[in-house]
């Protein structure tokens, strides 16, 4: 076997997968009420950006060739219902709107389309009077959010509440409302994981009462249920299916991967990011090789293309 190792050139021939700049999906966050980028501790070398640096950071990733960004709000005032995600002013449109006149169709825009940055109990929908998150009162707020992202100018939303029927809500309110050409990236098969934690800080949640999120996303136990999980969101109408995280979950993916022809994306989140960081920070690691590495497992357990924080870095490494 070792013949066809021998150099790099040979290497590259016959490499099987392969890591590319179009893979790669900018998660940024953009934030309320503030007049400079805030860094944020736990994610190095990312920031609550204002609607202005927002553009200014999209215009870089989209200069070194990333295809797409995905846009999460921070909103100056949260409330029992997250009434700040539907807002037509709300941080997260207004920034849709100058991407898309400023850019064009130059990146794909997705849209983050949930409730938990925007609840003051930091829950991804509504309660019901018993504490619980009350699924059908949730899914027509998310198909709320869903109208005001596509009016701003959102090519795709990305729901990732793990509500029950989150998908058809979502689909029939942008079909009835004009909106057939938005499309649907599911957060299908989203764990109930502890690697969320750096995005909590980014987006100052913070779950009431020391709760969590068990009561909907998946238990990481479960691979099947995956399964059954994205045949749901496709046959509601899901145009792309995510799993999430990526690196813990390379089963998951390499599953869901055989079992549907869409498009199949993975998130590889905060925690996965930030150990990275933290370790190479460390002189344990080096950072870079090992995002590479990590990102090129993504890919060949089957996803198409992996929503990251090492996007722009990575992008510049592979020569934008
Ligand atoms: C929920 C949402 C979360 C992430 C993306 N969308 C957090 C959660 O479910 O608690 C996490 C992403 C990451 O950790 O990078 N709106």
């Known amino acids: 076997m070792r013949r066809l190792r021998r150099t790099p050139a040979l290497r590259r021939l016959v490499a099987e997968t392969r890591l590319s700049v179009d893979d790669l999906v900018a998660p940024l966050f953009v934030?309320?009420?503030?007049?400079?980028?805030?860094?944020?501790a736990s994610l190095p070398g990312h920031f609550q950006h204002t609607v202005d640096s927002v553009l200014a950071e999209s215009k870089r990733l989209a200069g070194l060739g990333v295809p797409a960004v995905v846009l999460f709000g921070v909103p100056a005032r949260k409330d029992a219902e997250g009434s700040g995600a539907w807002d037509p002013d709300g941080v997260v449109q207004r920034a849709l709107a100058g991407l898309r006149d400023e850019l064009g169709d130059e990146v794909v825009l997705v849209a983050d389309l949930c409730l938990d940055e925007y609840t003051d109990h930091g829950h991804c929908g509504v309660l019901a009077s018993d504490g619980s998150v009350d699924n059908d009162a949730t899914l027509e707020r998310y198909a709320r959010v869903a109208l005001a992202q596509a009016t701003a100018g959102a090519d795709v939303v990305a729901p990732s509440?793990?509500?029950d029927g989150q998908v058809a809500a979502i689909r029939r309110a942008l079909d009835a409302d004009g909106h057939e050409q938005v499309?649907?990236?599911a957060y299908?098969?989203?764990?109930?994981?502890?690697?969320y934690g750096p995005f909590r800080d980014a987006v100052d949640v913070c779950i009431a009462g020391g709760g969590d999120r068990r009561g909907y996303q998946e238990d990481p136990a479960n691979r099947r249920e995956s399964l059954a999980?994205?045949?749901?969101?496709?046959?509601?109408?899901?145009d792309i299916v995510m799993v999430k995280p990526a690196v813990t979950y390379l089963d998951v993916i390499a599953e869901v991967r055989r079992a549907v022809d869409v498009p199949v994306a993975a998130y590889?989140?905060?925690?996965e990011y930030a150990m990275i960081k933290a370790a190479g920070a460390n002189g344990w690691i080096d950072p870079q090789a090992v995002a590479l590495e990590q990102l090129l497992a993504v890919?060949?357990?089957?996803a198409d293309f992996v929503l990251t924080y090492l996007a722009g870095e990575v992008a510049e490494a592979l020569g934008g």
């Open 161 to 163: 509440g793990m509500m």
């Open 299 to 302: 890919k060949r357990a089957g």
């Open 229 to 238: 999980e994205v045949a749901l969101d496709v046959a509601e109408g899901a």
């Open 31 to 40: 934030r309320e009420g503030i007049e400079e980028p805030l860094p944020i």
């Open 188 to 195: 299908a098969a989203k764990f109930a994981s502890d690697l």
């Open 268 to 271: 590889h989140v905060s925690g």
């Open 183 to 185: 499309a649907v990236l």
